[in-house]
């Protein structure tokens, strides 16, 4: 009959369709409101009665059976396309995998947010100043005049406006914290910074951090320098660090002293690293000389204060353990990754 070759011929045109498109414009053809089945079941009432029962059963046995192959088609090309998805976009697991490279604080950040959050805790204020400082802040009013030998000792930078300078310690921010205070006491600051000296060799690099520390109050003494210091070595170096103070001299400081610390690496047993002393110097202290004071409009015979700065990049070579300072301006990658990892990971 008819609808057996019908048959035969949608499911060869279904095996020979490659899309979703081809299949479409079969069942169109045979199924869609002109199609071939549509149009033969549309012709049944012209039939006679005993004919029209017997063909009717057999065309709607056709449409079922079109509309089954058709949709098992359409599964099978789903899942090809599927199948080809996969082969396409197969993920190899034994590539080795992308590893983000994570950054990592730089040891003189992570020395400058120890010592910071040591003073913090200790009530005292951050603040900050100029890096391009006159000559009066910077020497003179720190007791250091033209002709003062120090200011020899520290080999400037100068810039091309007179009277201004590439500051070459952080101390100027003691008069400038002295004028913001305006006689109120206690005054008690700390101020982190970059310096600039015409030094380059393993230990000295030309721009450096420093950090400075003024406290002036009434009755002041050197044992409160003393104590807020070993506060600080211990914070830095460890529990058992032990401090000492040598005399020595500052323009802006009187009585000076070199701070020392017991060695990190030996303990102050004596090694390599301390040349066998057991004590590395870290920072210059004193008691505010009384011209300092004057000259920030304190009166020297009512208060007193201390005051001390600290190599921040000196401080980062003894607590990691390096010996050339120039490495922490290298960005050399392999050297910096081994900081800044956090509070006991370094
Ligand atoms: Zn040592």
């Given amino acids: 009959m008819e609808t057996a070759s019908w048959l035969e011929e949608i499911q060869a045109a279904l095996q020979a369709a490659s899309s979703w498109g081809e299949v479409e414009a079969i069942r169109v053809a045979w199924l869609g409101r002109r199609g071939r089945i549509t149009e033969a079941l549309r012709g049944l009432g012209r039939l006679p009665a005993e004919e029209r029962r017997s063909r009717g059963q057999a065309l709607n046995a056709l449409r ?31 590539w ?55 200011r020899d000792m520290q080999d400037s930078f100068f810039v091309n ?12 921010m003691q008069i400038r914290a002295m004028e913001a205070a305006q006689g109120r006491l206690p005054v008690r600051i700390i101020a982190t910074g970059r ?6 060799d393993a230990t000295h690099v030309p721009m450096f951090t420093q ?18 210091l070993l506060l600080l070595g211990r914070a830095l170096f460890g529990p058992e660090t032990q401090i000492r103070l040598r005399p020595s001299y500052f323009p802006f400081t009187e009585p000076s002293a070199e701070v020392d610390v017991t060695c990190a690496n030996c303990h102050g047993s004596g090694c390599r690293v301390c ?54 301006y290298q960005n050399d990658w392999r050297f910096l990754q081994q900081f800044g990892r956090g509070e006991d990971g370094w």
């Fill in 211 to 228: 950090m400075e520390a003024l406290v002036i109050d009434r009755e002041i003494g050197m044992a409160d320098l003393k104590g807020t």
């Fill in 96 to 150: 080795p995998g992308v590893v983000p490279r994570v950054g990592r604080l730089h040891p003189v950040t992570r020395v400058r947010q120890l010592v910071e959050d040591v003073f913090l805790r200790m009530g005292f204020s951050m603040v900050g100043g100029p890096e391009v400082e006159s000559l009066w802040y910077n020497f003179e009013a720190l007791n250091m005049p033209e002709n003062h030998p120090a």
């Fill in 161 to 172: 406006v007179p009277g201004m300078v590439l500051r070459t310690q952080t101390s100027p």
């Fill in 275 to 328: 040349k066998e002393t057991g004590w590395l110097e870290i920072l210059g202290a004193g008691m505010v000389h009384p011209t300092v004071l004057r000259n920030g409009g304190y009166d020297p015979d009512q208060v007193s204060g201390f005051a001390f700065g600290l190599g921040l990049e000196r401080v980062a070579m003894i607590r990691y353990r390096f010996d050339d300072l120039r490495l922490l």
């Fill in 64 to 94: 079922q059976a079109a509309e089954a192959a058709i949709s098992s088609r359409l599964e099978a090309l789903k899942a090809e396309a599927e199948l080809a998805a996969l082969a396409r976009e197969r993920l190899d697991m034994s």
């Fill in 195 to 200: 310096v600039y000296r015409r030094d380059d």
